[in-house]
């Protein structure tokens, strides 16, 4: 059954519009030796590793978006594996105003650059592969691990493609 609050927080007046806040990003894949391997990024600003992604620019499609963020927090030239994104969601409400926060997932893979080569060094710490399972028991953000997950499903490591 939908929400019919969907959207919507309960404020000292009652009900009131939530605003929603729209990013992309990449999930990118390697074969690794036994498992499949994920590229995350380490923020100055929090120890876990998380999935490299932004906030859309205005005339910025989601997949241009994805794609120009992995790059600049990564350095490396990725290409999305499908055309369709991953979609997560999840309510940041720890500071006011509370925000709905919409990501958009691309399944990708490298095709070339590397870490010393990222426009943003000011924030990320650190640039790294983490084997799959690895990856998800250090993450702590449950959206991004969902679309980790979601990803990984349709990964053939035969093909080293998607």
């Known amino acids: 059954m939908d929400n019919p609050h ?4 309960l404020g000292g007046g009652g009900l009131k519009q939530m605003e929603t806040k729209t990013a992309a990003g990449c999930v990118v894949l390697r074969a690794g030796e036994a498992e499949p391997e994920v590229l995350v990024i380490w923020t ?8 490299p992604k932004g906030h859309v620019k205005p ?18 030239v990725v290409e999305a594996k499908v055309q369709t994104s991953v979609e ?14 919409v990501v958009h997932w691309f399944p990708a893979s490298v095709v070339s ?10 924030l990320i710490s650190r640039v790294g592969w983490l084997p799959l399972s690895e990856a998800i028991r250090q993450m702590r953000r449950p959206d991004e691990i969902e679309a980790l997950r979601r990803c990984a499903a349709v990964w053939t490591p035969s093909a080293m493609s998607f």
């Open 6 to 9: 969907h959207g919507e927080v």
């Open 44 to 51: 100055k600003q929090y120890a876990d590793p998380t999935l």
């Open 59 to 76: 005339g910025e499609s989601l997949l241009e978006c994805a794609l120009r963020e992995t790059e600049e927090e990564t350095g490396y």
């Open 88 to 101: 997560t969601e999840r309510v940041l409400d720890k500071h006011p105003p509370t925000v709905r926060k």
């Open 113 to 122: 650059g590397a870490p010393e080569n990222r426009a943003e060094k000011s």
